[in-house]
């Protein structure tokens, strides 16, 4: 059985920083892109962060580049997204994700999500 669990989020205030986590299970991590997702309450989905199956290509959204950095850990089978200087608009749920591909994951090649984890940013 294939999982995806998130973890890090909670309420910060503008400027701060979190961390959140993507612990896999059931696939093998480490032939797999993974990427970060986010929806704000009323909103699309929005793509954040992707990483190639080797950590060494990695894809940003416009909102977020040069504020959050993603990374993997193949031995621990698990993602993280550094957030920095978040905003108040950086207020949603994020999802990490996965799919069959090794270099740049879209959300049109996903095939396995996480349940999710709420970030709010305070002003």
């Known amino acids: 059985q294939v999982q995806l669990v998130e973890s890090g989020g909670g309420l910060v205030q503008a400027g701060g920083s979190l961390r959140l986590s993507c612990r896999t299970s059931?696939?093998?991590?480490?032939?797999?892109?993974m990427g970060w997702f986010r929806q704000a309450p009323g909103k699309e989905r929005e793509f954040v962060a992707a990483i190639s199956w080797t950590g060494a290509s990695t894809f940003y959204g416009d909102s977020v580049k040069g504020r959050f950095t993603i990374s993997r850990d193949n031995s621990k089978n698990t993602v993280y997204l550094q957030m920095n200087n978040l905003k108040p608009e950086d207020t949603a749920v994020y999802y990490c994700a996965t799919g069959p591909v090794r270099e740049r994951l879209r959300e049109s090649s996903t095939d396995y999500w996480g349940q999710g984890t709420q970030v709010t940013v305070s002003s």
């Open positions: 059931g696939l093998t991590f480490s032939n797999r892109a």
